[in-house]
């Protein structure tokens, strides 16, 4: 269940040489970006965009001014002394073996294994619990580079054969291939123009969602519309593919087909976000009946969600939030599906259910209390059996498997333990480590890890997880990292990084807020966070600082903040509204346009959280928080290092381009403000090698500006 990587310049790079190990560095001199004379009308409101013509990215004067920026940003980390080192170290904690949970169709087990400084992990396949591991996929022989990712796999009901996705350079697109498994031989099936896509296997072929290629020459174009589902036979051209469902009049839907395991019936999930609605419709059709077609199960997109987990039987086992906030799961009768023809299998409690599945005839369900999982197993009829002891609060994931299945599979790890895989007997109710890694030089005993509860502005209480070395003491005056997300019913659970390990080592606390916005506590936490209720969002994360500060955690010379992608708007926001409140800020590939964000790619699926700027109420209350627009002339904002990607196809880099250029041109000049740039890497860092590089500038960044001076081997 689903509960929703030679340089041309304006200026002179540097205004000065930066002062080795000193804080107060000075402020380069920005690249100076054209302005041109353009207004927008919004319900009588005029706004300008003086940097539209950095919408697009690929014309020779933006890629240019990318030159130009990454030509500043790129000297000031190198002159950072431990910079070098910092990177070494990040490395070094990462160089650890990792595995995911096991997952298995007929006789197969599939699990990904790095062996610690892979670029992509590795695809195993073996047989049985006791069979030899081979590799099956290494998407590290696809490029030189590393920046080619196996983006989907899912085998067949009979183990046959299985499809895999393939994304170059962190791009939201696939292509798809197909594998004959005993072989290994990939077949001559090929699929383009993936995106947003499941593969559900029926017999010898499979359903997959995909857009309409573009006329030739126009790769560019708008072809984020009409999204198209197919059936692919084995063996043949895509060409040659049969359309399944399309919906040409409602261009902006999404249209997901999944099959039950059985393979009787395929479900049709629609959902329509960019008209603001945050659910979804379901169709169902019987795959025994060769004529049949998709029956409505729930006709219409309203808010509420439907996620099918498989059939008892004829019935659907469905996951919900319609009349339960915080979900409940149902048996809906496809020939009646009215609800009050509904039967409840699994009732709404007062903690939201955070995943269900099925597996060995069972039920599987998570349930997230103050934002730590806590797993049962019901019997598909719904009758509670028994809880899975978890070795202590913290992320599970997993629990899912064949309805033959004897065991499963799941993951636990928190914020000081690392992700570990246990086996869980379904018949003994026991669990035991199936795999543990061991993480080089890091010894969970000498950190603490706490949550705390603050009041935020208008009294709710938010949670908030704390990691730090062992001895802390509270006088205001240690180096803390305040991340948060709030947004999309995301739950932002307590994970485990290594590369983290680098801040909390240098004494950095590391701070973890939930804030509204998300799904730590079912739908009503989420709706009020969104659209109108947004401002309770960027309250909820102000007050976790202020409480930080309060409580003599850290200071507000001391204290950073970080988020990516809705989490980048937060950071934007938050430091437009009190920049006196942050040291640094590092907003990564947010959405930063919040009038024009629905313009580009798929951005109008954002609709159903933000609202839309085509609407005077949404407009109002988007124009007074977007970061792009609320920059004021001569404040001294926090050190600020923006990250975006070249590929991020997802949030296009004009938001953070055009940001960047405003707060570079209206800041005052006491504290830097810089753009980094990464080449061949999208919405999330496209290899491991870039996302260390990144991750060790943006502590290098962080820790310079707040005075931190690390103790590193060199």
Same mark, same amino acid.
């Given at each position: 269940m689903h509960v929703w990587n030679t340089l041309a310049r304006y200026v002179a790079v540097l205004g000065a040489a930066l002062a080795a190990g000193s804080v107060a560095a000075q402020t380069p001199a920005y690249v100076t970006t054209r302005k041109i004379e353009h207004v927008d009308d919004y319900h009588g409101t005029k706004?300008?965009?003086?940097?539209?013509?950095l919408e697009d990215e690929t014309s020779t004067e933006t890629e240019k001014w990318i030159e130009a920026q990454n030509a500043t940003t790129f000297p000031y980390l190198e002159r950072i002394p431990y910079r070098a080192a910092l990177l070494k170290r990040v490395t070094?904690?990462?160089?650890?073996?990792?595995?995911?949970?096991?997952?298995?169709?007929g006789p197969y087990l599939f699990y990904f294994r790095n062996s610690g400084l892979q670029n992509q992990s590795v695809l195993y396949i073996q047989k049985g619990l006791d069979g030899a591991a081979e590799v099956l996929l290494d998407p590290n022989s696809w490029s030189d580079d590393g920046t080619v990712q196996l983006s989907a796999f899912e085998a067949s009901k009979d183990a046959a054969y299985a499809v895999y996705g393939l994304s170059r350079s962190g791009s939201d697109w696939q292509q798809y291939k197909v594998m004959e498994l005993a072989t290994k031989r990939t077949l001559d099936d090929t699929i383009d123009w993936v995106k947003v896509s499941n593969v559900a296997w029926q017999g010898k072929g499979f359903y997959y969602s995909r857009y309409p290629e573009p006329p030739e020459g126009h790769e560019k174009a708008s072809i984020n519309e009409n999204h198209q589902v197919f059936f692919h036979a084995l063996g043949t051209k895509q060409a040659a593919d049969k359309l399944v469902y399309e919906d040409a009049a409602n261009g902006q839907r999404f249209h997901v087909v999944y099959t039950t395991e059985d393979e009787r019936f395929a479900i049709l999930e629609v959902s329509e976000r960019g008209k603001g609605k945050d659910g979804n419709a379901l169709f169902v059709r019987d795959l025994a009946k060769p004529d049949g077609k998709f029956?409505?199960?729930?006709p219409e997109i309203t808010n509420d969600t439907f996620n099918v987990l498989d059939n008892v039987g004829d019935k659907m086992l469905v996951a919900t939030n319609h009349g339960a906030p915080n979900w409940r799961i149902v048996l809906i009768d496809p020939a009646k599906p009215e609800e009050p023809n509904w039967r409840t299998a699994v009732a709404e409690r007062a903690e939201p259910i955070d995943s269900a599945h099925t597996a060995g005839g069972k039920l599987f369900v998570s349930y997230l209390k103050d934002v730590a999982t806590h797993a049962y197993v019901f019997s598909l009829d719904g009758k509670p059996e028994n809880e899975i002891a978890l070795p202590g609060p913290g992320?599970?994931?997993?629990?899912?498997?064949?309805?033959?299945?004897?065991?499963?599979?799941?993951?636990?790890?928190?914020?000081?333990?690392? =992700?570990?895989?246990?086996?869980?007997?379904? +018949? %003994? !109710?026991?669990?035991?480590?199936?795999?543990?890694?061991?993480?080089? #030089?890091?010894?969970?005993a000498a950190f603490e890890t706490k949550q705390v509860f603050y009041p935020s502005k208008d009294g709710?209480?938010?949670?908030?997880?704390l990691v730090y070395r062992k001895g802390l003491k509270l006088d205001g005056n240690n180096p803390t990292m305040l991340y948060a997300?709030?947004?999309?019913? =995301?739950?932002?659970?307590?994970?485990?990084? +290594? %590369? !983290?390990?680098?801040?909390?080592?240098?004494?950095?606390?590391?701070? #973890?807020?939930?804030?509204?916005g998300g799904g730590e506590y079912g739908e009503s936490w989420h709706r009020q966070g969104i659209k109108l209720e947004k401002q309770n969002v960027f309250d909820d994360f102000i007050a976790a600082a202020e409480w930080l500060i309060a409580q003599k955690y850290t200071s507000s010379a001391k204290l950073a903040i970080m988020g990516g992608s809705n989490g980048g708007l937060l950071v934007g926001a938050v430091m437009n509204q009190r920049p006196e409140l942050f040291r640094v800020a590092i907003p990564q590939v947010g959405v930063m346009d919040m009038l024009r964000f629905h313009k580009f790619t798929i951005g109008w699926n954002w609709i159903a959280d933000y609202g839309s700027s085509d609407d005077p109420a949404e407009f109002k209350a988007l124009y007074a928080y977007s970061p792009l627009h609320n920059i004021k002339a001569g404040v001294k904002y926090p050190a600020t290092l923006i990250t975006t990607a070249d590929h991020d196809d997802r949030v296009v880099p004009a938001h953070s381009f055009k940001y960047a250029a405003?707060?570079?041109?209206?800041?005052?000049?006491?504290?830097?403000?810089?753009?980094?740039?990464?080449?061949?890497?999208?919405?999330?860092?496209?290899?491991?090698t870039k996302q260390l590089e990144t991750t060790a500038d943006i502590y290098a960044f962080t820790m310079f500006n707040l005075g931190v001076t690390p103790t590193l081997p060199r």
């Open positions: 706004v300008a965009d003086p940097y539209r013509w070094e904690l990462n160089d650890y073996e990792r595995y995911s949970a096991p997952s298995r169709k029956a409505p199960l729930v992320t599970a994931g997993g629990f899912d498997g064949p309805r033959d299945a004897t065991f499963v599979f799941y993951s636990f790890n928190s914020l000081s333990v690392p =992700v570990t895989i246990y086996r869980y007997d379904i +018949a %003994a !109710r026991t669990s035991t480590v199936f795999r543990a890694p061991k993480v080089p #030089s890091y010894d969970a709710t209480r938010i949670p908030m997880f997300y709030g947004g999309f019913n =995301v739950v932002l659970s307590p994970t485990f990084s +290594a %590369a !983290r390990i680098a801040l909390l080592e240098q004494g950095v606390v590391y701070a #973890s807020a939930n804030l509204r405003t707060l570079q041109s209206l800041a005052s000049r006491e504290n830097p403000v810089l753009i980094r740039i990464e080449t061949k890497s999208g919405h999330g860092a496209s290899s491991l």
